[in-house]
């Protein structure tokens, strides 16, 4: 388990800040709608310069709240393991709980990874008990692969 403090080694160039960003959904393709966090105390502002790190990554990442667990879910890749792993946190910018891993893409193709990644919560069942996940493998044609995940 890797706790909130354990945020790896800031040189490793793999690793890249995951910040956030919201937009209402009908200004979408609006770039000046755009809000960045700019605080853990939830203050968001207009400007990308000032967004704050909540989590380093390696890979691709989304979060939203799961009604099932009544708390925001971080899902995301880990390129380095070829794992998808999920954190919890009472906000959607933490402080985010152990890592639990989803899921081990199993390989003997050292050159083969997890390249893309999406949660897709508007087909949750059971409010977020379960949910899905397509993800890509990168040697394999693009072709999408679905994930159905089940939370206990």
């Given amino acids: 388990r890797q706790d909130e403090k354990n945020l790896g080694n800031p040189n490793?160039?793999?690793?890249?800040?995951?910040?956030?960003?919201?937009?209402?959904?009908?200004?979408?393709?609006?770039?000046?709608?755009?809000?960045?966090?700019?605080?853990?105390?939830?203050?968001?502002?207009?400007?990308?310069?000032?967004?704050?790190?909540?989590?380093?990554?390696?890979?691709?990442?989304?979060?939203?709240?799961?009604?099932?667990?009544k708390t925001f879910l971080c899902v995301y890749t880990d390129d380095l393991s070829n794992q998808i792993k999920l954190r919890t946190a009472k906000t959607p910018w933490g402080p985010f709980g152990y890592t639990e891993v989803l899921f081990t893409h199993e390989t003997k193709n050292p050159d083969e990874f997890i390249s893309t990644m999406f949660v897709h919560p508007e087909y949750n069942m059971k409010d977020g008990k379960v949910f899905f996940i397509t993800y890509c493998v990168s040697s394999l044609d693009t072709q999408p692969i679905l994930l159905k995940v089940k939370l206990r």
């Avoid at 393709?29 to 700019?38: G, H, I, K, P, S």
């Fill in 12 to 69: 490793d160039t793999m690793l890249h800040p995951l910040r956030l960003m919201r937009v209402k959904i009908e200004s979408f393709t609006t770039r000046d709608a755009y809000e960045y966090l700019a605080s853990n105390k939830g203050i968001w502002t207009k400007n990308p310069k000032k967004a704050i790190d909540i989590l380093p990554v390696v890979g691709s990442f989304q979060i939203f709240y799961n009604k099932h667990l």
